[in-house]
């Protein structure tokens, strides 16, 4: 019988398996509870009405329609019997394996305090980014009718919570709509009075960047009218604002639309791994896997992407698309090697191809520490960030939806999903 390759997740290390195995002698069953593969990168483009989920999703049916030994499986696991090398799903069952691919991700990290996230919605699904797009769209709309300024204020006060890629790449999109896309739209409000504030703990924001670059992001921040703190931590999130811990003591700021980005932590299935196949875990409940990706003393059982905690250089491997993908075509590799009969290659090196983050329109930043500490600041940036974006994205299509739909906004300033969706009336939460 055809060896059984099971993988769990269809995000970036889930697909990219699959893939590289594409002509190999097996036969692959991708189990996803979502039937697309999400480009996650660009969901803050879905959450500020750059782009429709459609334009950032593929189904996978459709990516994986012409591999012969892939079949897509609509289900979720919820445990595994690693003695029997059964996936238990919820719907389907027992589902058998020979080797078995973990990759379900991440998910949104509120640092113990899971209460804030009823106001302050992350930003990792579909569902997030529409989530997020409702608050940032219907604050405007309730400021535009409310008579009393205090109030007005609030609904104008946008906070941003996370100084990484993730939050100044959504603070940089929240300042490109309040002073071009809805510049003219509102009778009674001024779209650029709109406050903007990026809060994070460290000294300065998007820290994994050299100083200059990090002071170049923030220079173009402040151009579209985003104002950065550091050194703050948020201790209190509710439906008026957000509490603050600073260097002076306790601060309340009164928004009404708080977006988080300050974090992510394991999927729930690292747990189920520890504690049914013996996994071991950090502190975080990422799976702490060998060299070669596989689960400690389950050689059957590799982990990769967000799930895998893995240090190199007594550093840890950054939590970001190219390393899910390296890692996925890395466990290709081993899985083809075995089934060949080869020596399974080298133990896993990530190489780091670059760092790269948006701003704004033309303003971007650059670096890339392997290539001779290259770093690039405004245009050039921006343009290599709009191409690595494009290349990366599943299906050839979208590339080019996206690409028309990038250069329409450049050219007009206009953002063309800008709806509030998921409503009864004029509730004030999504449904």
Not at 104 to 128: C, H, I, M
Not at 333 to 360: E, H, N, T
Not at 386 to 392: I, N, Q, T
Request: hydrophobic content about 45%; glycine content about 10%.
């Amino acid at each position: 019988m055809p060896h059984k390759l099971v993988i769990l997740g269809g995000g970036f290390g889930g697909l990219y398996a699959a893939q590289a195995l594409k002509r190999a002698d097996l036969e692959i069953t991708l189990v996803d509870r979502r039937n697309f593969h999400l480009f996650q990168p660009l969901l803050y483009q879905v959450a500020t009405g750059s782009l429709s989920p459609g334009e950032i999703a593929a189904p996978l049916r459709t990516v994986l329609a012409r591999q012969k030994n892939s079949r897509v499986l609509l289900d979720e696991a919820i445990g595994i019997d690693a003695a029997k090398k059964e996936l238990i799903l919820a719907d389907c069952g027992p589902l058998p394996y020979d080797t078995l691919i973990v990759a379900t991700g991440s998910r949104t990290s509120y640092f113990g305090n899971d209460q804030w996230e009823e106001f302050a919605p992350g930003l990792k699904t579909v569902e997030d980014a529409t989530r997020m797009r409702h608050k940032i769209l219907f604050a405007f709309e309730e400021a535009e009718r409310e008579p009393d300024p205090v109030h007005r204020q609030a609904w104008l006060t946008f906070i941003v919570v996370g100084g990484g890629p993730t939050g100044v790449e959504l603070s940089g999109a929240l300042g490109e709509m309040a002073n071009d896309t809805m510049r003219h739209e509102f009778d009674n409000i001024n779209p650029e009075d709109a406050r903007i504030l990026l809060l994070d703990g460290g000294e300065r924001i998007l820290s994994n960047y050299p100083t200059d670059l990090s002071l170049a992001a923030e220079r173009s921040l402040i151009k579209l009218g985003v104002r950065t703190r550091n050194k703050v931590r948020v201790i209190g999130v509710d439906a008026e604002g957000v509490t603050l811990r600073t260097a002076a003591g306790e601060e309340r700021i009164a928004a009404k639309t708080v977006l988080w980005g300050a974090g992510v932590r394991a999927s729930e299935f690292g747990k189920v791994l520890g504690e049914q196949a013996g996994a071991p875990l950090d502190k975080g409940g990422r799976v702490l896997v060998a060299p070669d990706l596989t689960v400690p003393g389950h050689p059957e059982i590799f982990v990769v992407g967000d799930l895998a905690s893995m240090t190199q250089d007594g550093n840890p491997l950054p939590g970001v698309a190219p390393t899910a993908m390296q890692q996925g075509k890395y466990a290709a590799q081993v899985i083809k090697a075995r089934l060949q009969g080869r020596q399974p290659p080298s133990p896993f090196r990530y190489f780091d191809k670059g760092s790269l983050a948006v701003i704004g329109r033309s303003a971007a930043v650059a670096y890339f520490e392997n290539f001779g500490k290259l770093k690039f600041a405004g245009p050039v940036a921006w343009l290599l960030w709009l191409f690595v974006h494009l290349m990366y994205i599943v299906e050839f299509q979208a590339r080019i939806l996206v690409f028309i739909r990038w250069g329409f906004n450049f050219l007009t300033f206009q953002r063309g999903a800008r709806l509030i969706t998921g409503m009864s009336g004029l509730s004030r939460k999504p449904e």
